[in-house]
């Protein structure tokens, strides 16, 4: 079919583009990968992984984390896929649960049990690490400049009005790294008060983008100044040559990027190999590529590391990283997504509208205290940060299986529906942030 | 409609001496067609929305709560107004094009024409990113007034940024659907009115803007649909609220087997159809068509050079408000760092050298799959458009409605309908999955487009004159030859309207392609476009893939131009 298909396709464009090699392969096996890493990662990997096994083709599947993960369902009843190649630990669990992965024992022997807290390797053995991420913020420095912004130092630094339009921050929904930076705030500062500061963040976006990459893109182009990101991304813009720079804040979380071979795999032994490559101290030492710049799960391959190199064995921000309760973070994945989007994604307006108003009013009582307007104004932020449901009804499996409802058997039952329970919580945050503008308003209007 | 005209003698009593047999074979075929590339895979998908979460069953609760959900209705008046916004100023920028290429001698009408197709051929998130670069909130032209005069100007927010890319990108659908119909006009209507002493905003009121309005109905109602379910561009300015984005947002969530987004597809699909039907209404019982088919088009006049200048301005300037977005993508594609500032930091040209040493299956591919897409289109767009308008066969409308139901179809929706459909199926000859087979990217393309080829295909057939296909038949042509010796020919303008409109489109899709490329090697230029753009370093070659594909797109472009010029000539000659 191919052969036909190209020559349809070369007699088509002869004339103007050179010819489609066609290179006979004899004695190859193909080797599937399906991944939602950038061109510049899986390029290197490609063609150092083929010049080492000239046995094996490799065939990299680019797809973004959600649509890899709905491809490989659908496609599961004839899997053509030997491996999945991401970074979110949450959407390798969402594999795990379907019984799309299958169990492998790695060769290499110089890696760690953990990276700050968190297991490098699934404890059970459906996936593995092969490279550390920590979330953080990246900014332009011409951005920064040009506006007379100063540079900030940690996740409280966002809430500021000075940031008030320049932050960007891509929605937990769309992407699974997000999630995670969503997840480890309100990890590290608890249900309430992690919602409250997310929300005094998200005050100041200037926009809530739909890719993961949308982020780094609008910092490097200079579209808006500041952006809350995985480290690759700050790491390889910088990399790339952008004016930009790139800070892991106190209270991050450092979580693997991942690797599994999908069950059924055509391929499955040149999937352990592709495996044994990436953990190998060749593949490794590979993540240091200046396009590439992820962080090793080796920690020997940092000694070869140029200078200034982030290492999350060694530096102190990243030791301390906190737990990250993987469990916790996967029963409430879908409604922490889904209130992120109710309330910050899609009232966006409404959101920044409140904030501006609270931030005018701040900014005047700063200057003439007055503890009426001060009292007005404590009740509009308290408005703006007062959630639909407690972190009890959250954690409820009851509650949250609204988000996730998948009937397996006929006897499942599920109560509520999850757009009904939206559409209250829609209700309750629009009312909320109107009063709130409301109230600094008037609370502006005293002094 | 059309008397039947048969001749065959029945057998039976019946009168079936009235059923036209060719038509309605290749309706049928059409239909069946149709039924499992789009009707069975759609209808898979929407299923869901009829159907309990909890329990399975029948229900009609998740539109209980679509109603009830004020973001729902807020996104669906949203959604109204930037649809009906985009075509009120994709007018102003495609009228005086068309009007002034069709109507006046002038240097450069072919060249115009091809310009102006332009800003189809580019995949949204390409040109939403390229927009930005010129005319974002820190964009060239907001930091040079910042730095000169101290203001901005806020072109690129909310709603308002949607309406402002969607016109630029929509409007050739108007460009050339309209121009294909005033080229379609005998001009000795015009001669009449001019002899009978009507002349400019008159003439132009009373008999060409009648006349040229099947075109214009077939365009705008495209620009009206296509901007109603467009994804790309409110997704890239992160405009949420409006009803493609929340179906897309949430029927491609991971694991949110929530019906919600299933419910607003089967809205866009439903709203377009209505759309459809308003648009099928107002052109009904209405004769647009002129038996006479002379030189061709519009008498044109010349201009004097005062004319002549104003008209070179006014174009101009349109065509570089329109064509800013290519012009960003090409600085971006031989810049080394372009951050913040009016201009990149210095220019290169290694970004080229990295896309032709690793991308030219994209392109190869590009061009058969969007080719074959467009043809396939063309095909089935005049056969639909004749069983439609000129039989009367039962059902037909029905298969209008049908085609045109593709508009609506989310890419995504129609992706995950034939993973869920096509991949048990095997390929003939092959152990391949007949879903992850390259043909199955080809016919979703292909159906995607139909709506495009068809309504260009139905606006030509409606400027044919019945009579001239009566008068064929009496002098004992079959209706076969009369399609293929009067009909089609006469329909040619519109029939590579339609080609073009489909191919150019096609070479750029890319959200029902992502769901359906199973190995690189077989995948298009978008998704080639879309990979490189996912990394800081791979901005440049990203944009210099774009170029190479608005190239290679505007040298068809051009092409089927020339062709149409010349067959019109040859027409011409014929007489």
Redesign the interface.
């Given at each position: 079919?191919?052969s036909k298909?190209?020559l349809?396709?070369?007699s088509?464009?002869s004339a103007s583009?050179?010819l489609?090699s066609m290179p006979a392969m004899a004695n190859q096996s193909k080797l599937?990968i399906v991944t939602s890493f950038?061109?510049?990662?899986t390029?290197v990997f490609e063609d150092a992984f083929e010049k080492a096994n000239p046995d094996i083709d490799l065939?990299?599947?680019?797809?973004k984390?959600?649509?890899g993960?709905?491809?490989i369902k659908?496609?599961a009843?004839?899997n053509?896929t030997d491996l999945f190649w991401a970074s979110a630990p949450d959407?390798f669990e969402?594999l795990k649960d379907s019984s799309l992965l299958q169990q492998y024992e790695v060769k290499a022997s110089s890696i760690p049990e953990k990276i700050g807290s968190f297991p490098i390797h699934d404890p059970e053995g459906f996936y593995k690490g092969f490279a550390a991420a920590g979330y953080g913020i990246m900014w332009?420095t011409?951005?920064l400049k040009?506006k007379k912004l100063p540079a900030p130092t940690g996740w409280d630094d966002l809430k500021k009005p000075t940031y008030f339009g320049h932050v960007g921050m891509s929605a937990p929904?769309?992407s699974?790294t997000t999630h995670l930076t969503v997840e480890t705030i309100l990890q590290a500062e608890g249900w309430d008060n992690g919602w409250a500061m997310l929300k005094q963040m998200s005050g100041n976006f200037?926009?809530?983008?739909?890719?993961s990459?949308?982020v780094?893109?609008g910092v490097?182009?200079?579209?808006?100044g500041l952006g809350i990101v995985i480290d690759f991304?700050g790491l390889?813009?910088q990399?790339?040559?952008?004016?930009?720079e790139f800070i892991y804040p106190q209270g991050t979380a450092l979580v693997p990027a991942n690797i599994g071979i999908i069950s059924n795999a055509p391929n499955r032994a040149g999937a352990e190999r592709f495996i044994d490559f990436l953990l190998s101290d060749q593949g490794q030492e590979l993540l240091l590529d200046p396009?590439i710049r992820r962080l090793p799960v080796n920690p020997e391959i940092y000694a070869k590391a140029p200078q200034g190199f982030p290492n999350p064995f060694k530096d102190d921000a990243l030791k301390s990283a906190l737990h990250f309760d993987l469990n916790l973070s996967k029963n409430r994945?879908?409604l922490v997504?889904?209130m992120f989007?109710?309330m910050i994604?899609?009232r966006?307006?409404d959101l920044r509208a409140a904030t501006g108003a609270i931030h005018e009013a701040e900014t005047a009582l700063a200057e003439k205290p007055d503890a009426e307007a001060q009292a007005l104004l404590e009740q509009a932020k308290a408005l703006v940060a007062k959630l639909p449901i407690s972190e009890a009804e959250a954690n409820d499996p009851d509650f949250a299986a609204v988000?996730?409802?998948?009937?397996k058997k006929?006897s499942?039952?599920?109560?509520g529906?999850?757009?009904?329970v939206?559409?209250q919580w829609?209700?309750f945050v629009?009312a909320n942030y109107q009063q709130a503008q409301s109230l600094a308003e008037k609370a502006l209007s005293m002094l | 409609m059309a008397s039947t005209t048969g001749t065959r003698k029945g057998t039976l009593r019946l009168d079936f001496s009235s059923i036209q047999w060719g038509p309605t074979s290749a309706a049928a075929a059409i239909g069946i067609f149709l039924l499992f590339v789009l009707v069975l895979p759609v209808a898979k998908v929407i299923f869901v929305a009829f159907q309990d979460p909890s329990s399975g069953a029948f229900t009609l609760n998740n539109f209980v709560d679509f109603f009830n959900a004020s973001l729902f209705r807020e996104s669906f008046v949203n959604s109204f107004y930037v649809s009906a916004m985009s075509v009120v100023f994709a007018t102003m920028i495609a009228l005086p094009l068309a009007y002034f290429t069709t109507r006046f001698n002038f240097a450069g009408s072919t060249l115009i024409q091809t310009l102006g197709m332009i800003p189809l051929i580019m995949p949204p998130f390409v040109g939403a990113v390229a927009m930005q670069l010129f005319f974002g909130d820190n964009g060239s032209i907001n930091l040079m007034l910042d730095e000169h005069f101290g203001f901005t100007i806020p072109f690129m927010q909310g709603l308002n940024g949607v309406i402002l890319v969607q016109s630029v990108h929509f409007f050739p659908f108007i460009l050339i659907n309209l121009s294909a119909s005033l080229q379609n006009i005998d001009r000795s209507m015009e001669e009449a009115a001019l002899n009978l002493g009507s002349s400019g905003m008159r003439l132009f009121r009373r008999i060409v803007l009648p006349l040229g309005m099947p075109g214009y109905i077939a365009g705008a109602s495209l620009v009206f649909l296509k901007v109603f379910d467009d994804l790309g561009t409110p997704l890239l300015l992160n405009v949420n609220n409006m009803l493609a984005p929340q179906a897309y947002l949430r029927i491609s969530s991971v694991g949110i087997s929530d019906p919600v987004g299933y419910v607003i597809s089967v809205i866009l699909v439903l709203f377009s159809l209505f759309s459809m039907w308003v648009s099928f209404l107002a052109m009904k019982g209405k004769d647009y068509s002129t038996v006479q088919k002379g030189g061709g088009g519009l008498l044109k006049r010349d201009l004097n050079t005062l004319e002549k200048t104003g008209c070179y301005l006014v174009i101009g300037l349109i065509l570089i408000f329109v064509l800013a977005p290519h012009l960003a993508l090409f600085l971006l594609s031989i810049s080394t760092v372009w951050s913040f500032s009016p201009l990149p930091d210095g220019y290169t040209l290694e970004h080229y050298s990295t896309v032709f040493t690793n991308a030219h299956t994209f392109i190869t591919n590009t061009l058969l799959y969007a080719g074959l897409a467009g043809l396939i289109d063309v095909v089935l767009g005049t056969a639909i458009a004749y069983i439609v308008w000129r039989t009367g066969i039962w059902g037909r409308k029905a298969l209008d409605f049908i085609a045109m139901g593709a508009l609506a179809i989310p890419g995504v929706v129609l992706g995950i309908g034939y993973l869920r459909m096509f991949y048990d199926i095997e390929m003939p000859f092959s152990d391949v999955p007949l879903a992850t087979w390259w043909g199955i990217m080809v016919i979703a393309l292909a159906v995607r487009r139909l709506p495009y080829a068809l309504r260009a295909c139905v606006a030509a057939l409606q400027q044919v004159a019945l009579s001239l296909e009566e008068a064929a038949e009496s002098l004992g042509a079959s209706k076969f030859t009369t399609v293929r010796r009067i009909v089609v020919p006469l329909m040619m303008g519109g029939i590579l309207a339609g080609f073009v409109t489909s191919f150019a489109t096609a070479a750029v899709e890319l959200s029902a392609t992502i769901m359906l490329v199973a190995k690189e090697d077989d995948a298009p230029l978008a998704y080639g476009i879309y990979v490189f753009m996912q990394s800081a370093a791979g901005r440049g070659p990203g944009a210099a893939l774009g170029i190479i594909a608005v190239l290679i797109v505007g040298a068809g472009t051009y092409l089927s131009h020339l062709i149409i010029e010349r067959t019109k000539r040859a027409h011409g000659l014929k007489k």
């Amino acid at each position: 079919m191919k052969s036909k298909k190209n020559l349809f396709a070369v007699s088509l464009l002869s004339a103007s583009i050179g010819l489609a090699s066609m290179p006979a392969m004899a004695n190859q096996s193909k080797l599937t990968i399906v991944t939602s890493f950038p061109q510049d990662l899986t390029q290197v990997f490609e063609d150092a992984f083929e010049k080492a096994n000239p046995d094996i083709d490799l065939e990299v599947l680019k797809k973004k984390t959600s649509s890899g993960i709905k491809y490989i369902k659908e496609t599961a009843s004839k899997n053509q896929t030997d491996l999945f190649w991401a970074s979110a630990p949450d959407a390798f669990e969402v594999l795990k649960d379907s019984s799309l992965l299958q169990q492998y024992e790695v060769k290499a022997s110089s890696i760690p049990e953990k990276i700050g807290s968190f297991p490098i390797h699934d404890p059970e053995g459906f996936y593995k690490g092969f490279a550390a991420a920590g979330y953080g913020i990246m900014w332009n420095t011409r951005y920064l400049k040009a506006k007379k912004l100063p540079a900030p130092t940690g996740w409280d630094d966002l809430k500021k009005p000075t940031y008030f339009g320049h932050v960007g921050m891509s929605a937990p929904s769309r992407s699974g790294t997000t999630h995670l930076t969503v997840e480890t705030i309100l990890q590290a500062e608890g249900w309430d008060n992690g919602w409250a500061m997310l929300k005094q963040m998200s005050g100041n976006f200037k926009s809530v983008t739909e890719r993961s990459f949308g982020v780094p893109d609008g910092v490097n182009s200079g579209n808006f100044g500041l952006g809350i990101v995985i480290d690759f991304f700050g790491l390889s813009s910088q990399g790339a040559g952008f004016p930009v720079e790139f800070i892991y804040p106190q209270g991050t979380a450092l979580v693997p990027a991942n690797i599994g071979i999908i069950s059924n795999a055509p391929n499955r032994a040149g999937a352990e190999r592709f495996i044994d490559f990436l953990l190998s101290d060749q593949g490794q030492e590979l993540l240091l590529d200046p396009k590439i710049r992820r962080l090793p799960v080796n920690p020997e391959i940092y000694a070869k590391a140029p200078q200034g190199f982030p290492n999350p064995f060694k530096d102190d921000a990243l030791k301390s990283a906190l737990h990250f309760d993987l469990n916790l973070s996967k029963n409430r994945y879908n409604l922490v997504n889904s209130m992120f989007d109710v309330m910050i994604t899609y009232r966006m307006d409404d959101l920044r509208a409140a904030t501006g108003a609270i931030h005018e009013a701040e900014t005047a009582l700063a200057e003439k205290p007055d503890a009426e307007a001060q009292a007005l104004l404590e009740q509009a932020k308290a408005l703006v940060a007062k959630l639909p449901i407690s972190e009890a009804e959250a954690n409820d499996p009851d509650f949250a299986a609204v988000f996730t409802q998948k009937r397996k058997k006929a006897s499942d039952n599920v109560n509520g529906r999850q757009a009904e329970v939206e559409a209250q919580w829609d209700s309750f945050v629009v009312a909320n942030y109107q009063q709130a503008q409301s109230l600094a308003e008037k609370a502006l209007s005293m002094l | 409609m059309a008397s039947t005209t048969g001749t065959r003698k029945g057998t039976l009593r019946l009168d079936f001496s009235s059923i036209q047999w060719g038509p309605t074979s290749a309706a049928a075929a059409i239909g069946i067609f149709l039924l499992f590339v789009l009707v069975l895979p759609v209808a898979k998908v929407i299923f869901v929305a009829f159907q309990d979460p909890s329990s399975g069953a029948f229900t009609l609760n998740n539109f209980v709560d679509f109603f009830n959900a004020s973001l729902f209705r807020e996104s669906f008046v949203n959604s109204f107004y930037v649809s009906a916004m985009s075509v009120v100023f994709a007018t102003m920028i495609a009228l005086p094009l068309a009007y002034f290429t069709t109507r006046f001698n002038f240097a450069g009408s072919t060249l115009i024409q091809t310009l102006g197709m332009i800003p189809l051929i580019m995949p949204p998130f390409v040109g939403a990113v390229a927009m930005q670069l010129f005319f974002g909130d820190n964009g060239s032209i907001n930091l040079m007034l910042d730095e000169h005069f101290g203001f901005t100007i806020p072109f690129m927010q909310g709603l308002n940024g949607v309406i402002l890319v969607q016109s630029v990108h929509f409007f050739p659908f108007i460009l050339i659907n309209l121009s294909a119909s005033l080229q379609n006009i005998d001009r000795s209507m015009e001669e009449a009115a001019l002899n009978l002493g009507s002349s400019g905003m008159r003439l132009f009121r009373r008999i060409v803007l009648p006349l040229g309005m099947p075109g214009y109905i077939a365009g705008a109602s495209l620009v009206f649909l296509k901007v109603f379910d467009d994804l790309g561009t409110p997704l890239l300015l992160n405009v949420n609220n409006m009803l493609a984005p929340q179906a897309y947002l949430r029927i491609s969530s991971v694991g949110i087997s929530d019906p919600v987004g299933y419910v607003i597809s089967v809205i866009l699909v439903l709203f377009s159809l209505f759309s459809m039907w308003v648009s099928f209404l107002a052109m009904k019982g209405k004769d647009y068509s002129t038996v006479q088919k002379g030189g061709g088009g519009l008498l044109k006049r010349d201009l004097n050079t005062l004319e002549k200048t104003g008209c070179y301005l006014v174009i101009g300037l349109i065509l570089i408000f329109v064509l800013a977005p290519h012009l960003a993508l090409f600085l971006l594609s031989i810049s080394t760092v372009w951050s913040f500032s009016p201009l990149p930091d210095g220019y290169t040209l290694e970004h080229y050298s990295t896309v032709f040493t690793n991308a030219h299956t994209f392109i190869t591919n590009t061009l058969l799959y969007a080719g074959l897409a467009g043809l396939i289109d063309v095909v089935l767009g005049t056969a639909i458009a004749y069983i439609v308008w000129r039989t009367g066969i039962w059902g037909r409308k029905a298969l209008d409605f049908i085609a045109m139901g593709a508009l609506a179809i989310p890419g995504v929706v129609l992706g995950i309908g034939y993973l869920r459909m096509f991949y048990d199926i095997e390929m003939p000859f092959s152990d391949v999955p007949l879903a992850t087979w390259w043909g199955i990217m080809v016919i979703a393309l292909a159906v995607r487009r139909l709506p495009y080829a068809l309504r260009a295909c139905v606006a030509a057939l409606q400027q044919v004159a019945l009579s001239l296909e009566e008068a064929a038949e009496s002098l004992g042509a079959s209706k076969f030859t009369t399609v293929r010796r009067i009909v089609v020919p006469l329909m040619m303008g519109g029939i590579l309207a339609g080609f073009v409109t489909s191919f150019a489109t096609a070479a750029v899709e890319l959200s029902a392609t992502i769901m359906l490329v199973a190995k690189e090697d077989d995948a298009p230029l978008a998704y080639g476009i879309y990979v490189f753009m996912q990394s800081a370093a791979g901005r440049g070659p990203g944009a210099a893939l774009g170029i190479i594909a608005v190239l290679i797109v505007g040298a068809g472009t051009y092409l089927s131009h020339l062709i149409i010029e010349r067959t019109k000539r040859a027409h011409g000659l014929k007489k």
